[in-house]
């Protein structure tokens, strides 16, 4: 699911920045989240005899991880979105 949040640049509302840096922040995070998940992706060696299972527990570990860069690129999309209207004037 793709979910665009677009605050309006207003006169009385929060600033260009305040509204662009947590999501440059959370991006941030996101990767170094993806990063430590990618340690626990599953190995064979934890799965003894079973490559099947192991096989099937990387999808959902995956899974995860597309969920994450998807939630990146929305935020990315949002603060670029913020910066685009501060550039107009808004």
Do not use: F, W
Not at 54 to 68: K, N, S, V
């Amino acid at each position: 699911m793709t979910t665009h949040i677009t605050p309006q640049l207003n006169h009385n509302g929060s600033s260009a920045c305040d509204l662009i840096e947590p999501r440059l922040t959370a991006t941030s995070l996101i990767d170094k989240l993806v990063n430590v998940l990618q340690q626990a992706t599953p190995n064979a060696r934890d799965y003894p005899g079973n490559a099947t299972a192991c096989t099937a527990d990387r999808e959902p570990h995956y899974d995860r991880i597309r969920a994450l860069r998807d939630l990146q690129g929305q935020l990315i999309a949002e603060a670029l979105a913020v910066q685009a209207q501060a550039q107009e004037g808004r």
